[in-house]
């Protein structure tokens, strides 16, 4: 299944280095705008970086974790810009993030106070939604109802649609029924009912994975897959996956794992989406592995790999042990999952481009966006279906444009991805 065999590293095209070069140049490229803040009641600190006001607006996601510092918030940033020159609205990207523990009973506390001083920013200028750690429905849209805004997307409706008074409102609903509305049949969970939110993002990535493997003429029926991360993004995708015939024969959360050689069946990965806890494997299943035990994850052979967890997770000991383990293909539902040095290096990246297929999170991880991009737009319409098939269309297009690109070779797929959504910013 490795498109290559995975040890070996070949020189860049010259076109492929040109492209790291104006990524390089592009991250570091000082944001327009940053904003730091400190939770004197908990120490808490938090940042908010608009890497640019394209379109007049800027949007990104909240993330919450312990050791976030400002270079993760300005990569995630960026990757914002990148993302929406793919999926839309042309807007600029920005994210916030907030360091501090997501499991301390003050979460909702701080995020409050943190939209407290955003607010200016969050009414008239900048978006937001969930992240790593922040739930889209239970905390973000709360939070900004407390601190009296209509909706956590409100600054891009003002910013890039500015819309008349009379039909502002009618996004604001138009947003909120579209990404709460029930997903039912083929994309639903069998007695679970969620809404479009918990799923959207999942499903995004295991559109992507599919339409690269059709790209690519292979099938994947039967393609053994390793699934890092079981929440919002990790479950979904995985299920997706099982269900279009692929083998899920490891999934790993923050604390267990589960290994099957075998592979789990679809309705077996869908009772474990149904059983989670904290979006998490569910901690009674006797399958789970702790420890020690659970480092069975890094060794159990597999031919796809989906980055669904935390960001920089991927360094070059990690990239060694995935392609011993016959890994050919990494798919990116994590922001940013590679471990760079520093602001503007790209050696990490650089070197699983050359060894690995890449599916890229600008383009794997864009289906909250496309869909608050397409409620949006005027008459859309806030059915589930309409939504998934809009992420659908939207992903399989993007992914067929850049292995166009990329010549049919299996890798470069990052460099290629890269250079499309730079050509789309610099195009507008």
Not at 36 to 61: E, F, H, K, M, Y
Not at 106 to 111: A, E, Y
Not at 287 to 307: I, Q
Not at 335 to 361: C, H, M, W, Y
Request: hydrophobic letters at 40%; glycine letters at 10%; a neutral charge.
């Amino acid at each position: 299944m490795s498109p290559r065999r995975a040890g070996a590293v070949r020189a860049p095209r010259a076109s492929s280095a040109s492209t790291w070069r104006r990524y390089a140049t592009f991250i570091r490229t000082p944001p327009e705008l940053t904003i730091a803040w400190q939770d004197n009641p908990t120490g808490a600190r938090a940042w908010l970086v608009i890497n640019s006001l394209r379109g007049g607006a800027a949007g990104g996601g909240t993330r919450m974790r312990l050791g976030l510092d400002p270079r993760e918030v300005i990569y995630l940033a960026k990757a914002m810009e990148l993302k929406f020159s793919i999926c839309g609205p042309p807007i600029g990207g920005a994210k916030n993030g907030i360091d501090f523990n997501p499991r301390d009973p003050r979460k909702r506390d701080v995020l409050e106070r943190w939209y407290h001083a955003l607010r200016p920013m969050l009414r008239d200028r900048y978006g937001t939604g969930g992240d790593l750690n922040v739930d889209e429905l239970l905390d973000v849209i709360p939070s900004c109802h407390e601190i009296g805004l209509a909706h956590p997307q409100e600054g891009v409706v003002r910013g890039y649609l500015r819309p008349k008074s009379d039909r502002i409102e009618g996004i604001f609903r138009s947003l909120d029924r579209g990404i709460t509305a029930p997903v039912h049949g083929d994309n639903g969970v069998s007695g679970l009912p969620l809404p479009v939110a918990d799923l959207i993002t999942g499903f995004g990535l295991a559109r992507a994975i599919l339409g690269s493997f059709r790209a690519q003429g292979r099938s994947a029926e039967g393609a053994r897959v390793l699934l890092e991360g079981f929440g919002a993004v990790g479950a979904p995708c995985g299920l997706y996956l099982a269900r279009a015939g692929m083998r899920i024969v490891g999934i790993a959360d923050r604390e267990k794992c589960i290994v099957e050689p075998a592979g789990l069946e679809a309705e077996e990965v869908e009772a474990l989406v149904r059983a989670r806890e904290d979006k998490c494997l569910p901690a009674a299943d006797p399958r789970c592995l702790r420890g020690a035990d659970a480092e069975r994850f890094r060794t159990v052979p597999a031919d796809l790999f989906v980055s669904a967890a935390a960001s920089g997770t991927l360094n070059g000991p990690r990239l060694n042990a995935l392609a011993a383990q016959g890994v050919g293909v990494i798919a990116c539902g994590a922001n940013q999952p590679f471990a760079e040095s520093k602001l503007g290096a790209t050696r990490v990246q650089r070197e699983a481009d050359l060894r690995f297929s890449i599916i890229p999170d600008i383009v794997a991880n864009c289906g909250m966006a496309r869909a608050f991009s397409y409620l949006m737009t005027d008459h859309p319409g806030e059915d589930a279906a309409e939504l998934f098939q809009a992420v659908d269309e939207t992903i399989t297009a993007a992914v067929h444009e850049i292995h166009a690109r990329n010549r049919g070779c299996p890798t470069g797929l990052l460099a290629a991805t890269l250079g499309y959504a730079l050509d789309r910013i610099e195009a507008t």
